[in-house]
């Protein structure tokens, strides 16, 4: 086994996050809907902060509850949280995390389990059920214990 997993996640993180609306992304709901929005852009202030950022803000989804032709469907608490605490944010500083841990491996020879297995979630592998296990367990500590982690995220677009 080498690092390869590591880095193919790393990469494929990357790509879905530099994609995506960069964020940070939140929810908001009515009896009408349930909307899903980020921040697609940001202009910095000017003029010595005389015109002050300008900040864009993006709806990404908006999920009708009644009123359609077809079912109606949006996320219960629980899931419109994840989603909007798993965007673009999260997957830049996972992606971080897995070429930060393939480098070590390629130098100590030994991986981490559970860095592993988020591999493998990211790229939908099987893998023994311990390490699904453990990732499950540990992405919610990594995101509580890290809230305010930037990643590089090299040049501007």
Do not use: F
Request: net charge negative; charged share 25%; proline share 10%.
């Amino acid at each position: 086994m080498t690092a390869d997993p590591l880095r193919r996640a790393a990469e494929k993180l990357r790509a879905i996050a530099t994609a995506a609306t960069p964020g940070p992304w939140w929810s908001d709901e009515s009896d009408q809907c349930w909307r899903l929005h980020g921040v697609a852009r940001r202009i910095p202030a000017q003029l010595d902060g005389l015109i002050p950022e300008q900040v864009m803000n993006h709806q990404i989804l908006k999920a009708p509850k009644h009123g359609t032709p077809y079912a109606e469907y949006w996320p219960g608490p629980a899931d419109a949280e994840l989603i909007t605490t798993m965007g673009p944010l999260v997957a830049l500083a996972l992606a971080d995390l897995l070429v930060s841990e393939a480098e070590a491996w390629e130098i100590y020879g030994t991986p981490q389990k559970h860095i592993v297995a988020v591999a493998r979630a990211v790229l939908r592998e099987e893998g023994p059920e311990s390490d699904v296990a453990m990732a499950e367990q540990m992405l919610p500590v990594a995101v509580e214990t890290w809230p305010d982690y930037q990643p590089d995220q090299g040049e501007p677009r």
